[in-house]
């Protein structure tokens, strides 16, 4: 199974900002979909955002306005830029990928996605 490279992680204050990086080993951004997801201490995994190979973007409530998420299928590479961070947002974050994006219920489940990545941890301090 493919693995997925995050990176960009870290601990940061209040409102500042940072932008996570998820690099594929094969081109799995240009036909399917890829999402972030994460898991807060003591709580489930969830949604955050998702792509699909054509562009359209998807984002939970919690974080819709402040992150944005975005591919370069050139370098096979998608980004999550997350602003006004809050210390709710303190997670690992996980990516993932699916091969191929059939409708968009989807991109919500966890267990539709083919490759996952080893998270990297976002902390937010108050």
């Known amino acids: 199974q493919a693995q997925l490279v995050e990176s960009g992680g870290g601990l940061v204050q209040t409102g500042d900002s940072l932008r996570l990086s998820c690099a594929a080993p094969e081109r799995t951004f240009t036909s399917g979909a890829a999402g972030w997801f994460r898991q807060a201490p003591g709580k489930e995994r969830e949604f955050v955002a998702a792509?699909?190979?054509?562009?359209?973007?998807y984002y939970s409530d919690s974080v819709k306005g402040r992150f944005t998420i975005s591919r370069d299928n050139a370098k096979i590479t998608m980004y999550l830029q997350m602003n006004g961070l809050k210390p709710e947002d303190t997670a690992v974050y996980y990516c993932?990928?699916?091969?191929?994006?059939?409708?968009?219920?989807?991109?919500?489940?966890?267990?539709?996605?083919?490759?996952w990545g080893q998270g990297t941890q976002v902390t937010v301090s108050s």
């Open positions: 792509i699909t190979w054509n562009g359209r973007t």
């Open positions: 993932a990928a699916k091969r191929i994006y059939t409708d968009d219920d989807t991109l919500y489940r966890q267990r539709d996605y083919d490759y």
